[in-house]
């Protein structure tokens, strides 16, 4: 492979990586070729007009900037984009606060349509929020491809494909005037929630305790999971409540007054809303198992 095509690059200080199969097969669907996490030295800058793989890289740290077909980007933590071939990329990393990153470069027929699906068709630079989930996934990667195997390609390329479905719902667009705090916000009421959903579900007093306004939390919420805050606590509820009814013995009265409910009625159309189907139907399907 010439100069500025190479898989990996030389002015790293510290790197973990893995290399499968180069050359997968024009027949390949979506092959995972290499990976790692890389931080890097000083003076790194990558320029490369060729590289023959799609690539997903993602900022664990530090700062730098990405020039995708000539349009620059700012890089910081949790930052993440895709290049492929074709697209001319030059990185390049911040002397004072050099980038910890991951890379996993990829091949494939179905490679360009898998990162169009998502937003992050090659070329382009987005933003995450819960950039632990995201790690984990690359760590996961990482992982599976330094251990070999004879079934170490497949599994790495169904781990690629989780978290390409990990990074579309975690990724928001890349606004580089945008204030930085909304995201840790977010973060900071959803563990909230996560604390205190079995006490209340009054929106209004949850934004109170976090010293936010009720429009801007909802407002956060349709943005970063999708969904208003009222129906991601009802999941979390009807979670609990799938739980507790495959616990031997136990009536849907006694599931609805454990998680908070009065109504059973009540109860029963919550459950139906979240999982398709009433609880004495769940109920029956897990006392067939």
Same mark, same amino acid.
């Not at 580089?176 to 900071?188: G, V």
């Not at 509820?237 to 006694?254: F, H, S, T, Y």
């Not at 029963?268 to 189907?277: M, T």
């Given at each position: 492979?010439?100069?500025?095509?190479?898989?990996?690059?030389? %002015?790293?200080?510290?790197?973990?990586? @893995?290399?499968? +199969?180069?050359?997968?097969?024009? !027949?390949?669907?979506?092959?995972?070729?290499?990976?790692?996490?890389?931080?890097?030295?000083?003076?790194?800058?990558?320029? =490369?007009?060729?590289?023959? @793989?799609?690539?997903?890289?993602?900022?664990?740290?530090?700062?730098?900037?990405?020039?995708?077909?000539?349009?620059?980007?700012?890089?910081?933590?949790?930052?993440?984009?895709?290049?492929?071939?074709?697209?001319?990329?030059?990185?390049?990393?911040?002397?004072?606060?050099?980038?910890?990153?991951?890379?996993?470069? @990829?091949?494939?027929? +179905?490679? =360009?349509?898998?990162?169009?699906? /998502?937003?992050? $068709?090659?070329?382009?630079?987005?933003?995450?929020?819960?950039?632990?989930?995201? /790690?984990?996934?690359?760590?996961?990667?990482?992982?599976?491809?330094?251990?070999?195997?004879? &079934?170490? %390609?497949?599994?790495?390329?169904?781990?690629?494909?989780?978290?390409?479905?990990?990074?579309?719902?975690?990724?928001?667009?890349?606004?580089?005037?945008?204030?930085? +705090?909304? $995201?840790?916000?977010?973060?900071?009421?959803?563990?909230?929630?996560?604390? &205190?959903?079995?006490?209340?579900?009054?929106?209004?007093? /949850? $934004?109170?305790?976090?010293? *936010?306004? *009720?429009?801007?939390?909802?407002?956060?919420?349709?943005?970063?999971?999708?969904?208003?805050?009222?129906?991601?606590?009802? =999941?979390?509820?009807? &979670?609990?409540?799938?739980?507790?009814? %495959?616990?031997? !013995?136990?009536? /849907?009265?006694?599931?609805?007054?454990?998680?908070?409910?009065?109504?059973?009625?009540?109860?029963?159309?919550?459950?139906?809303?979240?999982? !398709?189907?009433?609880?004495?139907?769940?109920?029956?399907?897990?006392? =067939?198992?």
């Amino acid at each position: 492979m010439k100069r500025g095509s190479e898989i990996f690059w030389h %002015q790293v200080s510290l790197a973990k990586r @893995f290399c499968l +199969n180069p050359s997968p097969g024009a !027949g390949a669907k979506f092959a995972v070729v290499s990976g790692g996490r890389e931080k890097c030295a000083q003076g790194y800058m990558v320029d =490369r007009k060729d590289f023959p @793989f799609y690539c997903i890289e993602f900022v664990a740290s530090g700062e730098g900037t990405v020039e995708l077909e000539g349009r620059k980007y700012v890089l910081t933590s949790g930052a993440v984009f895709s290049y492929g071939p074709g697209i001319h990329h030059v990185i390049s990393s911040s002397s004072s606060s050099p980038m910890v990153k991951y890379f996993i470069d @990829f091949a494939g027929r +179905n490679a =360009r349509r898998m990162l169009s699906r /998502i937003s992050l $068709a090659p070329g382009t630079v987005r933003r995450t929020f819960d950039s632990e989930q995201v /790690i984990r996934r690359f760590e996961d990667l990482i992982e599976r491809g330094e251990h070999g195997g004879r &079934n170490t %390609q497949p599994v790495c390329d169904a781990l690629l494909e989780c978290l390409i479905l990990v990074l579309d719902e975690k990724m928001m667009p890349y606004k580089p005037s945008e204030k930085r +705090n909304a $995201a840790p916000t977010f973060m900071r009421i959803k563990q909230h929630i996560s604390a &205190n959903y079995a006490r209340t579900d009054d929106i209004r007093k /949850i $934004a109170s305790e976090c010293g *936010v306004d *009720v429009t801007y939390l909802c407002r956060l919420f349709k943005r970063f999971e999708r969904v208003s805050p009222y129906q991601y606590i009802l =999941r979390l509820r009807m &979670n609990d409540a799938a739980k507790i009814l %495959q616990e031997p !013995g136990v009536i /849907i009265k006694d599931a609805a007054d454990r998680c908070g409910y009065q109504d059973q009625y009540q109860f029963s159309r919550s459950f139906k809303k979240v999982f !398709g189907i009433p609880p004495v139907e769940y109920r029956k399907l897990v006392s =067939r198992r």
